[in-house]
């Protein structure tokens, strides 16, 4: 390579680096490092130069899916148990007897004409439970899925360290928190959309403060399923 | 020294495993370098979706290619800052592809109160002067990047730190395209002889 040429290398590598050599001849040149030692030696010197600068960026603390949706593409598979909202699958099949513990009275209220009648859920001891506890909660939904009142009718017995947190369980996928809620009394949650992509509504047992992750880490006492 | 979280010893270490395919390896170099690729790209592509998206291409790079990390001429963190920054710049031109077929979902209320606040408002301050006047502080460079005019200054934290290109600097700058191009060149030139100078003395 001649001087004129290992100008224009190293010039390159430098754009390159920086990030102002765009478009095509970025491509063009990212399609000749393979084949040239040289010109990747440029690059990894600029790289090595241009380095500190990163320096001046604060760090930012990416969300945890990010790490979850990851490790699906980097292993094709989640490498944690199927967490408990996929498990509470079976729900649909103890639609007999069991079902008393899940009354969901929406499909009634729906066919009753006043349309602004409010949705009900009530939420029974979650059968899938570790160990069941009685628990159970009625949440009572405008018909505009942007209220919320829970009340307790049998709430577990809590530490002074435990809270109850409320879920919205989407048909797949995780639950999104709604907040901590009371076990002694009704709870009001607004949000802009509490019904869409809602499956089920359910309330775990978390460390004071709630859930630290951002989704349910102990154990699930009461679940309803929602059905419109 | 220069990173924070780990020093780069133990992040070679980790690379060396990741090259083995040591699951637990990446998982750990995920946890120690993710904060400070995350935000590289975040100025980059300042699209939180599209920017998650490029962080995961980063890592399934680094999984895929650490076993040739070679780490007598490369340091794990510039080696991995730039995988995460080519993935950010090739972003940017998939999303000027794709601004027509996704204009139609902009402002539909379907996230509703998932929308995460932090997710859409740019981070206030900050400029990309203020970033490099930054780095030269931490990383000890303030005579080189004191050795660069005020608009050489300003160019190249622009193409670094926002990813812009050529053309899209001379119309941040309102400049003749030409002027920008021969500012970047002798800032270039002169961070060369300066940083070149200066590594070769920490090495």
């Known amino acids: 390579m001649d001087y004129g ?10 754009e390159y680096v920086l990030g102002t050599l765009r478009g095509p ?11 040239h030692p040289a010109l990747r030696a440029a690059v990894v010197s600029w790289q090595q130069r241009l380095e500190p600068l990163a320096a001046g960026i604060e760090p930012v603390q990416p969300p945890d899916r990010v790490w979850r949706q990851l490790q699906g593409r980097l292993f094709g598979e989640a490498p944690q148990p199927a967490p408990w909202w996929r498990r509470v699958g079976p729900w649909r099949a103890f639609s007999g007897v069991a079902l008393s513990a899940v009354l969901v009275l929406g499909v009634l209220v729906q066919q009753v004409p006043p349309p602004q009648a409010p949705l009900v859920v009530v939420l029974g001891a979650n059968p899938d439970a570790a160990q069941p506890v009685p628990a159970r909660f009625v949440a009572s939904l405008s018909p505009d899925g942007r209220a919320l009142v829970l009340r307790p009718i049998d709430a577990p017995a809590l530490s002074a360290q435990q ?19 009371r076990a002694d009394g009704a709870t009001t949650v607004l949000r802009a959309q509490l019904l869409s992509d809602t499956a089920a509504f359910a309330v775990s047992v978390e460390p004071s403060g709630g859930s630290p992750t951002g ?4 154990p699930i006492v009461s679940v309803g399923q929602l059905q419109i | ?4 979280a780990r020093p780069q010893a133990d992040l070679a270490a980790l690379l060396a495993r990741v090259g083995l395919g040591d699951r637990s390896a990446i998982a750990a170099l995920y946890q120690a370098t993710s904060p400070n690729l995350f935000a590289a790209i975040l100025r980059i592509n300042p699209r939180r979706d599209l920017a998650e998206d490029v962080l995961q291409e980063t890592f399934i790079n680094v999984w895929r290619n650490a076993g040739s990390f070679d780490a007598a001429r490369s340091q794990p963190m510039t080696w991995l800052t730039s995988i995460a920054r080519n993935s950010a710049i090739d972003s940017l031109r998939r999303a000027s592809a794709r601004i027509q077929t996704v204009s139609t979902h902009v402002g539909s209320a379907e996230d509703g109160d998932e929308v995460d606040l932090s997710d859409t408002v740019e981070s206030p301050g900050e400029g990309p002067l203020q970033l490099l006047q930054r780095a030269a502080e931490k990383r000890d460079i303030e005579h080189c990047v004191g050795k660069l005019s005020a608009e050489q200054q300003q160019c190249v934290a622009l193409a670094y730190y926002q990813g812009l290109s050529h053309g899209e600097v001379a119309s941040h ?6 002027t920008v191009k021969s500012w970047l060149r002798r800032a270039l030139l002169a961070l060369k002889d300066c940083l070149g100078h200066a590594a070769g003395v920490k090495a």
């Open chain 1, 215 to 218: 989704a349910p880490t102990g």
């Open chain 1, 25 to 35: 001849a970025r491509r063009r040149f990212e399609s000749l490092l393979g084949g």
């Open chain 2, 173 to 178: 700058l309102a400049q003749p395209l030409g």
């Open chain 1, 163 to 181: 809270v109850l947190e409320l879920w919205a369980v989407p048909p797949s996928g995780a639950p999104r928190s709604l907040g901590l809620v």
């Open chain 1, 5 to 14: 040429r290992r100008e224009l290398a190293d010039r390159l590598a430098a």
């Open chain 2, 1 to 4: 020294m220069p990173h924070d």
